[in-house]
T-cell receptor, first 112, second 109 residues
Framework: NAGVTQTPKFRVLKTGQSMTLLCAQD?????MYWYRQDPGMGLRLIHY???????AKGEVPDGYNVSRLKKQNFLLGLESAAPSQTSVYFC???????????FGDGTRLSIL | GQNIDQPTEMTATEGAIVQINCTYQ??????LFWYQQHAGEAPTFLSY??LDGLEEKGRFSSFLSRSKGYSYLLLKELQMKDSASYLC??????????WGAGTKLIIKP
């Protein structure tokens, strides 16, 4: 039982490049989330989804887009990467909004 | 604004007891979560409080006072593997989690 799987685990980009981070969960959870974690700060919600085909903005959505075409997958896209987007990105899922979130191992992204 | 405060770092001795405090000011309250995060790893769920009082789960306990906007995580019989960051998160009126920056706990032999 893999839980929440994120790919890739590490990536280095140049400013202006684009990329997509993939999150897959095998727990049949309705809710999925994308966070970023920066030193000295709490996790900040980028976007989230309450079910297949739905997405919503979180606290820091600018510069990111998401898609949830299949229930088990939640994709995070950076259209034109900026150095300020250097961070560790975590995907999480939960059965309902009230229940604990299960996290993937994170993607460490550096933008030069 | 919404705010979660917890100490940046704490040090404790193996076998001892440590209490990690969390105070919060949020728009609405739908529960408080504690997560553990080892360096370079994912956060993992420890406890959930929605009513006032103490929740005990093995060596870990979590307390909540909604009137004071206050919670603590109590870790007993500390082990070296408890060295990690402990994250406090409050679910606000929109059912979104507001996260503290985390408390790095260092366990010394």
């Amino acid at each position: 039982n893999a839980g929440v799987t994120q790919t890739p685990k590490f990536r280095v980009l140049k400013t202006g490049q684009s990329m997509t981070l993939l999150c897959a969960q095998d727990m049949n959870h309705e809710y999925m989330y994308w966070y970023r974690q920066d030193p000295g700060m709490g996790l900040r919600l980028i976007h989230y989804s309450v079910g297949e085909g739905t997405t919503a903005k979180g606290e820091v959505p600018d510069g990111y887009n998401v898609s949830r075409l299949k229930k088990q997958n939640f994709l995070l896209g950076l259209e034109s990467a900026a150095p300020s987007q250097t961070s560790v990105y975590f995907c999480a899922s939960s059965p309902t909004e009230m229940q604990p979130q299960h996290f993937g191992d994170g993607t460490r992204l550096s933008i030069l | 604004g919404q705010n979660i405060d917890q100490p940046t770092e704490m040090t404790a001795t193996e076998g001892a007891i440590v209490q990690i405090n969390c105070t919060y000011q949020t728009s609405g309250f739908n529960g408080l979560f504690w997560y553990q995060q080892h360096a370079g790893e994912a956060p993992t769920f420890l406890s959930y409080n929605v009513l006032d009082g103490l929740e005990e789960k093995g060596r870990f306990s979590s307390f909540l006072s909604r009137s004071k906007g206050y919670s603590y995580l109590l870790l007993k019989e500390l082990q070296m593997k408890d060295s990690a960051s402990y994250l406090c998160a409050v679910m606000d009126s929109n059912y979104q989690l507001i996260w503290g920056a985390g408390t790095k706990l260092i366990i010394k032999p």
